[in-house]
Structures are given as structure tokens and as C-alpha cells.
């Protein structure tokens, strides 16, 4: 197998899942270790295995990721799921690893929710804890291991695609009500992708929380960064399925992160449903006024209101004074016990 994907590729494996589905997908979901039961709550599923049916699709080997697609409808929204996914110890090049990515960009979907399993990190987290990624740090592309690495895909992004805001800021604050309303605590970090397979050392983990990490696992920072640069707006969810001590008093095991999945599963279906729900927040590049205000009026109505009052106000007593200005212009005659008013020398009433 190449060591870039190529185009060609991405069309071929694009094309066999059309040939399969008339659904156009709205939204795609990547499921972490675990968490690949989810994809069961999807209504008239079509399910492809891409170990058969989809030409240079990477496989997954690892239990707990079916590595099947499902598409099909979740909370009325058109869906497609990736039931588990590769990784990179599993021997696969890192720019294979976002051969799903650029799929689902080539398929027209533009909003991704990212899971993954992770070692948490923060003393406050506790097992079964989720915690909304608000960046991460990214060692493998840092040692040279970058899923952009070779030919660019001119048909997606820049050679240099920026990273200042890989998870969507708009999807965290959402990320954060949805917890909110269902009373479900959301934490926040930042998460770091190491290669894998071994589970970090404790001087693996001393490191990490020295540098600002908060929970660590062995994927997710390749698909954003993938995601990213062809323009896909993202949610990254982490399940914190084990909690590390950096003494390395307490051992971390594949069949501990899958039961903690089992249990964190309900909790995130239960989120991620009104996630689907509200991830359609109408930002139109190119219009950023007007998609502005229609995201102030889907979430904040009445600040939307509070403003074009205001607005409405000093622009209904701008125009008074300019037409009554005249009825001020001689205060000499004013009478003795109006209080008096007068402009700076600087001003006038003829300026407004």
C-alpha cells in the first residue's frame, strides 16, 4: 500500500459507500474503545463492513472497534458512524489513518464528533468522567509522525493549514449546556495522543501533566487534524476510562478501558443526542454578519432582542435631536428656571 493516499483513493472508497446508501450524512461520528455500542441507537441502519466492501479502507484489529460504518438517522439527523477505528500502532501509515476523514469530506459532511477513550490525567477526574477536549497536544506530528505529511491535498485544504482552534468553539460552549441541562458534569482539558501500543510510564505521565495535559490515549489527534484541514468543524469528546497515578502505583489494562465503556456508553448516548440536535449552527463563510446574528437568535433570543432595542433606542433619539435641534439653538432665551445646558466649545448641535 502507498505511502500517501492519493485521491484515487479517496474517490474509489467514496464511491463504493454511494453505490450502498442513498443517505446524504449530515454529521459524522468516530467511536472510541467501548463506545461502539452507540452506533445500535441508529434507525434503519445501512452497515457496511469496509474489510469487504471498501477499497483501501484501513482495518481495524483491535476488540472493541467493529470497524464498521453504519449510516442512517439519529435524533433526526442524517448520520454516519464509524464503529471503532485504526490506529497507528496497529501498523497502519498515519496518513491512512485519515483515509475515513477525507471520506466523509468527499461524501459533503462538515461537522464530526470525536471520541475516544483516555487515561485520565487531572487528579480531580474520576472514572467514567467525560471531558469536552478543548485542544490537544499533538506529539506524533511534533516528532514527524503528521497524517499531512507528503503531496498536499489541494482539493481539501493549504499546505499550511492553521491549528489555533482545532475543536470548535461554538461546539464546546454547546458541549457545555448540553451537560448542563441533562446534569451531567463536563470536564474540560486538553488531550495528547501518544503511539501506543505500550500504556504510558509514570515518568510518561510526570511529563504530560508538567506540560498542561489532562487526559492521554492513542488516537484522535491524526483524524482532527485531518478533520481540520479540510474545513470540518469538530466536537472532541474524551471518556475518561481509567485514572492514572503518576507514582505508577495502580495498572492500566485494554479490558478496563472496554468496561468502563460499557458504563460511560448510556451517559454519552444521552448527550450525544442533543449534540446531533443543535451541531446546525448556521455559520455561512463569506457572511459572518449575518451568520452571526442567526446563531445570537437560535441561542440567545433575548440578547439578540436587548440589542436591536438598544439599537432602535439612540437611533430613534439621534434622529430627535438632529430634527429639533433648532428648539435648542438659542438658549440666551431661555427662561430662569429651565436648567441650563450648554455644548462644549469643541461641539455643536449641527454635529449630530
Not at 466536537?235 to 492514572?244: P, V, Y
Request: charged share 20%.
Amino acid at each position: 500500500m502507498s505511502k500517501f493516499i492519493t485521491i484515487e483513493q479517496i474517490d474509489a472508497a467514496t464511491d463504493a459507500i454511494r453505490a450502498r446508501t442513498d443517505i446524504k450524512p449530515e454529521i459524522a461520528m468516530i467511536l472510541g474503545s467501548g463506545l461502539g455500542e452507540l452506533a445500535d441507537s441508529i434507525e434503519n441502519p445501512t452497515i457496511i463492513p469496509p474489510t469487504r466492501e471498501i477499497p483501501h479502507w484501513p482495518v481495524s484489529t483491535v476488540p472493541g472497534h467493529k470497524g464498521r460504518l453504519v449510516i442512517g438517522t439519529l435524533e433526526g439527523k442524517k448520520v454516519l458512524v464509524l464503529q471503532g477505528r485504526t490506529h497507528y500502532y496497529e501498523g497502519h501509515e498515519v496518513s491512512q489513518i485519515g483515509l475515513p476523514i477525507r471520506v466523509m469530506q468527499r461524501l459533503g459532511i462538515e461537522k464530526l464528533i470525536i471520541t475516544n477513550a483516555a487515561g485520565g490525567l487531572r487528579e480531580s477526574f474520576i472514572t467514567t468522567d467525560l471531558m469536552i477536549i478543548i485542544d490537544h497536544l499533538a506529539l506524533l506530528p511534533m516528532c514527524g509522525v503528521n497524517p499531512l505529511r507528503g503531496p498536499n491535498l489541494d482539493e481539501f485544504g493549504t499546505r499550511f493549514p492553521d491549528m489555533s482552534a482545532v475543536y470548535d468553539p461554538e461546539y464546546i460552549q454547546l458541549a457545555r449546556e448540553v451537560g448542563q441541562e441533562q446534569g451531567i458534569p463536563m470536564q474540560e482539558g486538553v488531550y495528547a495522543c501518544l503511539s501506543g501500543p505500550t500504556f504510558e510510564t509514570p515518568a510518561d505521565c510526570r511529563f504530560l501533566k508538567l506540560v498542561g495535559v489532562d487526559a492521554v490515549g492513542m488516537s484522535t489527534v491524526p483524524e482532527a487534524i485531518v478533520a481540520k484541514h479540510g474545513g470540518m468543524r469538530i466536537l472532541g469528546i474524551s471518556t475518561i476510562t481509567n485514572k492514572i497515578d503518576p507514582d505508577g502505583t495502580n495498572k492500566a489494562t485494554h479490558e478496563e478501558v472496554l468496561e468502563a465503556g460499557d458504563i460511560i456508553a448510556p451517559k454519552l448516548m444521552k448527550s450525544s443526542g442533543r449534540w446531533l440536535g443543535e451541531c446546525n449552527l448556521p455559520f455561512v463563510q463569506g457572511k459572518w454578519t449575518q451568520s452571526f446574528v442567526f446563531w445570537l437568535n437560535l441561542k440567545y433570543p433575548s440578547t439578540l432582542f436587548w440589542v436591536l432595542s438598544r439599537s432602535c433606542f439612540c437611533a430613534g433619539l439621534f434622529w430627535l435631536l438632529k430634527k429639533r435641534r433648532k428648539l435648542f439653538l438659542d438658549w440666551n432665551a431661555k427662561p430662569r428656571n429651565v436648567i441650563s445646558f450648554r455644548l462644549p466649545r469643541c461641539l455643536s448641535w449641527s454635529d449630530f
